[in-house]
């Protein structure tokens, strides 16, 4: 795959076509803030985005968590995104009236879980991307997530925790970034069995890796 320099990096792929689209950006910018037409403007306009994008694109990179290989930060289809934020807005506005009569209800008739599942992408914008939106929709709250994948997230009600767990979000956020681990949810602990958890995972990690050498 070519490998193009920019900046004091390396970005595997169509790196050139992530620093047009940067360019493009910022160029666009500078014309909205400046409102200006003129050569003179528009010549340092040009200038100013191309010097910032050859900087900075190094800075808008990520390395795969098993490969080491750079990926661009928003190495993302935009109609993807557009459809996945679309979703979360719909989810957000859903749990946000189920916590609003929660309390309107005025009564405490819910039991807090913990719940473990495991999502491990190979690239770590993947990773930050579900645990916010966990965090961001009302009942749900992400505790923690382990260098294997593992997150520990605090749910407010049963429903809360069962939404989760059926591992719809997860998917979403895998097809966004077109990655390929499967959602595996764990068995439910508290926050003093964390290492039980762990335990199984890697359990079910070297049958899948014993799977794979019997079938090769």
Sequence with gaps: M???HAGN??????????????FCILFCIWILLSGKFEVKFLAAGLLTAFGTAYL???????HNKKTGEPIYLFQVSL?????????LIREVMKSSLSATALVLR???????????????????????????????????????VSEDGLFAVHAITEACADDLLSGSMQ???????????????????TLLAREESTAVLAARKSEEREGDDANG
């Design 2 to 4: 070519m490998k193009v």
């Design 9 to 22: 990096s390396k970005i595997n792929g169509s790196a050139l076509v992530y620093f047009f689209k940067l």
């Design 56 to 62: 900075f694109l190094p800075l808008f990179t990520v």
């Design 79 to 87: 109609l993807r995104m557009i459809g996945y934020g679309g979703w």
């Design 106 to 144: 005025g009564k405490i008739d819910y039991v807090p879980r913990v719940v473990y599942f495991v999502m491990d992408f190979e690239n770590p914008i993947a990773t930050a991307l579900l645990a916010n939106s966990i965090t961001l929709t009302p009942g749900t709250i992400t505790l923690s």
């Design 171 to 189: 998917r979403r956020v895998a097809a966004l970034y077109r990655e390929t681990c499967p959602f595996i949810p764990m068995p439910e602990r």
